[in-house]
T-cell receptor, first 116, second 110 residues
Framework: EAGVTQFPSHSVIEKGQTVTLRCDPI?????LYWYRRVMGKEIKFLLH????????ESGMPNNRFLAERTGGTYSTLKVQPAELEDSGVYFC??????????????FGEGSWLTVV | SQKIEQNSEALNIQEGKTATLTCNYT??????LQWYRQDPGRGPVFLLL?????KEKRKERLKVTFDTTLKQSLFHITASQPADSATYLC?????????FGAGTRLAVHP
């Protein structure tokens, strides 16, 4: 069974450009999460989808970040325009049931973003 | 605000010994706590989940305890091997999001 897959694995863009990260959750997982780790910091929650609906987007840093999950399958996270402080690793994760019920949350390998 | 503290220093132990990693949390009452392993350049890999009504959980050479009074979880690896060398992340959870600690780097020497 395929795990959580993310694309691209690495991306280098210039400040002001746009980047779109994609995540394919484990098949059958309705819950999809985005997390990120910026240099030297802990992994931080960004947002949570249940199917196509945003359940919690309290961790989104600002309105330059837009996450979508049309059709409740894969998700995209767009950063527009990118700033230097957006550099880091963006992790996507998924779970079968709600995380609040103690369901295991599985992570992808991450999309490494460098803004220059 | 919620705070998760893990041993900031790397833990160096000899192969065969038991590694014990500590996770303390404050201003938080998580319903469960997950432990992950992360290797350089990779995503976190789930190891164990323990719920607030469970005191201890075991899986092969791994054991996790969860003391909601002390607000602490301990993660043990018995009969450690060099392949266990990695960063271990504590992640208490509730309301569908995990709050991660900075992780403890474990190095097991032959």
């Amino acid at each position: 069974e395929a795990g959580v897959t993310q694309f691209p694995s690495h991306s280098v863009i210039e400040k002001g450009q746009t980047v779109t990260l994609r995540c394919d959750p484990i098949s059958g997982h309705d819950n999809l999460y985005w997390y990120r780790r910026v240099m030297g910091k802990e992994i931080k929650f960004l947002l949570h989808f249940v199917k196509e609906s945003k359940q919690d987007e309290s961790g989104m840093p600002n309105n330059r970040f837009l996450a979508e999950r049309t059709g409740g399958t894969y998700s995209t996270l767009k950063v527009q325009p990118a700033e230097l402080e957006d550099s880091g690793v963006y992790f996507c994760a998924s779970s079968y049931g709600q995380g609040s019920s103690g369901n295991t949350i599985y992570f992808g390998e991450g999309s490494w973003l460098t803004v220059v | 605000s919620q705070k998760i503290e893990q041993n900031s220093e790397a833990l160096n132990i000899q192969e065969g010994k038991t590694a014990t990693l500590t996770c303390n949390y404050t201003n938080y009452s998580p319903a469960y706590l997950q432990w992950y392993r992360q290797d350089p350049g990779r995503g976190p890999v789930f190891l164990l989940l323990i719920r607030e009504n469970e005191k201890e959980k075991r899986k092969e050479r791994l054991k996790v305890t969860f003391d909601t009074t002390l607000k602490q979880s301990l993660f043990h690896i018995t009969a450690s091997q060099p392949a266990d060398s990695a960063t271990y992340l504590c992640a208490p959870g509730g309301y569908n999001k995990l709050i991660f600690g900075a992780g403890t780097r474990l190095a097991v020497h032959p």
